[in-house]
T-cell receptor
Framework: DAGVTQSPTHLIKTRGQQVTLRCSPK?????VSWYQQALGQGPQFIFQ???????QRGNFPDRFSGHQFPNYSSELNVNALLLGDSALYLC?????????????FGDGTRLSIL | AQSVTQLGSHVSVSEGALVLLRCNYS??????LFWYVQYPNQGLQLLLK??????LVKGINGFEAEFKKSETSFHLTKPSAHMSDAAEYFC??????????FGTGTKLQVIP
């Protein structure tokens, strides 16, 4: 049973570019959340997708957008990249039917902005 | 709104000594509380969770935590530290719809 998988593992971009990160949730999970973890910090909630819609959003600008597909996989898009967007981006999945169950995390995508 | 505060960004213990990592929470609703561990270049692994059942929660790798409502605390302990416990530990709180708010983390160093 595969857990949460994220791609790519590492990515290098330059300022102003756009990036797309991908996430496949754990089998049986229908909810996907995205987090940004800057170096030396705890993960910060970006947004959560359920039933192909953004259900909750953290304090991130509109440059950060996402999508969820019918198979529950998800993408995180970041436009007009800034140096401060350099971070580990974590995807987490869970089941909406079991709201007290913890999220399962992938190993993340390390994004470096030059 | 929910938040957690982790006291001590770095903790050092000797191998075999007690591990105590502190976490205090703030929540307007009965919280779900978690401890996660993160090894270098990896994602987050769940150690244990509190979801309003028993106040003493046992997790993996010998870790446990006690929910104390009167103190709004959820400290993580392990009786005897092992070298493999060296990692970063995150306390987290969740409210509705599973949005999780993390603390700033505590790096645990285990000295041989």
């Amino acid at each position: 049973d595969a857990g949460v998988t994220q791609s790519p593992t590492h990515l290098i971009k330059t300022r102003g570019q756009q990036v797309t990160l991908r996430c496949s949730p754990k089998s049986g999970h229908d909810t996907v959340s995205w987090y940004q973890q800057a170096l030396g910090q705890g993960p910060q909630f970006i947004f959560q997708y359920y039933e192909e819609e953004e259900r909750q959003r953290g304090n991130f600008p509109d440059r950060f957008s996402g999508h969820q597909f019918p198979n529950y996989s998800s993408e995180l898009n970041v436009n007009a990249l800034l140096l401060g967007d350099s971070a580990l981006y974590l995807c987490a999945s869970s089941s909406n039917n079991f709201s007290n169950q913890p999220q399962h995390f992938g190993d993340g995508t390390r994004l470096s902005i030059l | 709104a929910q938040s957690v505060t982790q006291l001590g960004s770095h903790v050092s213990v000797s191998e075999g000594a007690l591990v105590l990592l502190r976490c205090n929470y703030s929540s307007s609703v009965p919280p779900y509380l978690f401890w996660y561990v993160q090894y270098p270049n990896q994602g987050l692994q769940l150690l244990l969770k509190y979801t309003s059942a028993a106040t003493l929660v046992k997790g993996i790798n010998g870790f446990e935590a006690e929910f104390k409502k009167s103190e709004t605390s959820f400290h993580l302990t392990k009786p005897s530290a092992h070298m493999s416990d060296a990692a970063e530990y995150f306390c987290a709180v969740s409210g509705g719809y599973q949005k999780v708010t993390f603390g700033t983390g505590t790096k645990l160093q285990v000295i041989p």
